[in-house]
């Protein structure tokens, strides 16, 4: 049984970083690749950053892409460094592990974790 747990959510000012963390149990042979996502209430949850176990490019959405960071190690953790916090950023944050091929355009997420809390102050 995987699973995940994320931390490193709190408050910030506008402006301001977070590091946040999702370890793992392990990585199971069923997961390539690991992502972040956010949801704010009421909406969908939409992806913030994907990355390939084996290397590669990240995913990022282009509103993202200037200010979030996806990074893992071989082992069991998955980071998200996020700068430059806007109050839009305000969400709950969840880390996932699955299977993606050919360049992003199939995802299978098998596991997610709790969540983790962001808030960001104007």
């Known amino acids: 049984q995987v699973q995940l747990v994320e931390s490193g959510g709190g408050s910030v000012q506008d402006g301001g970083s977070l590091k946040l963390s999702c370890v793992a149990s392990?990585?199971?042979?069923?997961?390539?690749?690991l992502g972040w996502f956010r949801q704010y209430p009421g909406k969908e949850r939409e992806k913030v950053a994907l990355?390939?176990?084996?290397?590669?490019?990240p995913y990022y959405p282009y509103s993202l892409k200037d200010r979030f960071t996806i990074s893992h190690d071989y082992k069991n953790t998955l980071w998200l460094q996020m700068n430059g916090l806007k109050f839009e950023d305000t969400a709950m944050y969840y880390c996932?592990?699955?299977?993606?091929?050919?360049?992003?355009?199939?995802?299978?997420?098998?596991?997610w974790g709790q969540g983790t809390q962001v808030t960001v102050s104007s």
């Open positions: 990355i390939y176990r084996g290397g590669g490019s």
């Open positions: 392990e990585w199971p042979k069923n997961v390539n690749c």
């Open positions: 996932a592990a699955g299977w993606c091929v050919n360049s992003w355009s199939q995802l299978n997420w098998h596991y």
